[in-house]
């Protein structure tokens, strides 16, 4: 049935983005968590025919969490994820079928929201926070910016999941339910103008990541190199054309507000990297952010779950 229910989310995605009748072209699903920035190039991109002309179609999946977007690629239900920046360490510390081909933002995920008149993370003392659950790129930052000002996340704060995304968890923020959330860099002028308090958490990170299974990659390595090709050639269409990627932002991140909309894409067209590189400090930051759940994961060598030999081979194209 859960199955099922994908393929039909697929379905609709490529009727949504206008996939071209009558062509022969391979079919990748790529799944993304809970918030859909991560996938705005891939939504611009299928909508615009860019992955088309690598003889792509691409069906974007949202699942509710990380955890969802692990078990979708392990169980071969998509091809690729997409801003599972804890997954892909989660999987290979596992030793599973898991590999880390590219991101194109490495700037932080994630500002703070919350009722509170605070000006200080520190501030934090006492209150609930809502997360994306265990397990989740939320959590994981949570408790690393709980850390930072000296607040252990066990005792001096009540962590909450709430999956569904940061609209979500934004909203529960709104109604009085929880008192902070983390939002997407993006949501932060939304949420300034719905009242909150908005904390910026600088920290280079890897939220732009894209990773498929290593079985994959070397069954099919020209279609994930098409599949790279496309998302470079979206991401650089995103910087270039203002007024396209804000019709696609309005749509995927249900912000109807232009002020917002124009807040949200300078910031993120000016962190985007069509070059696709991820970069070492980004990763550390995800591996420090893990740390606190197990201390084991910042003995992981950075690149370890990376193979960047595609976007190396590709170098001169992604400039």
């Known amino acids: 049935m859960q199955h099922r229910r994908w393929i039909f989310t697929i ?27 991560g996938a705005l190039p891939i939504y611009l991109g299928a909508k615009k025919g860019v992955f088309s002309k690598y003889g792509l179609t691409v069906g974007v999946i949202a699942t509710r969490n990380e955890q969802m977007n692990m078990q979708a690629l392990m169980s071969d239900s998509v091809q690729f994820l997409t801003s599972s920046s804890t997954g892909l360490f989660y999987l290979g510390k596992q030793g599973l079928d898991a590999v880390g081909l590219a991101s194109w933002n ?41 850390a930072k000002v000296g607040l252990d996340h066990r005792t001096d704060a009540q962590i909450i999941p709430l999956s569904g995304g940061s609209s979500v968890r934004l909203a529960a923020v709104v109604s009085g ?26 920290l280079e990170y890897i939220w732009g990541i894209n990773l498929t299974r290593r079985s994959y990659l070397s069954k099919n390595r020209d279609t994930v190199k098409n599949y790279l090709r496309g998302l470079s050639d979206s991401v650089r269409l995103m910087m270039a054309d203002k007024a396209a990627t804000i019709a696609v932002m309005r749509q995927v991140l249900k912000i109807d507000d232009a002020d917002s909309l124009e807040d949200a894409y300078k910031t993120m067209s000016a962190d985007s990297r069509p070059d696709l590189f991820p970069t070492e400090e980004a990763i550390v930051n995800v591996l420090r952010t893990m740390s606190y759940e197990d ?21 001169p194209e992604l400039r």
């Open 177 to 202: 339910n929880l008192d902070a959330t983390l939002i997407s860099t993006l949501q932060g002028r939304q949420a300034e103008k719905l009242g909150l308090t908005v904390i910026p958490v600088p």
């Open 295 to 315: 201390p084991a994961f910042m003995s992981i060598p950075p690149y370890k779950f990376f193979d960047l030999s595609l976007i190396q081979e590709l170098k």
């Open 106 to 146: 490495n700037s932080s995920p994630y500002s703070l929201a919350t009722r509170l008149k605070i000006k200080d993370l520190k501030e934090l003392k006492g209150w609930k926070i809502a997360s994306s659950g265990a397990g989740g790129r939320a959590d994981a930052f949570i408790r690393f910016m709980l």
């Open 11 to 37: 379905v609709i995605f490529v009727l949504l983005l206008g996939a071209g009748p009558g062509v022969a072209q391979t079919l990748l699903r790529i799944a993304t968590p809970g918030a859909l920035t």
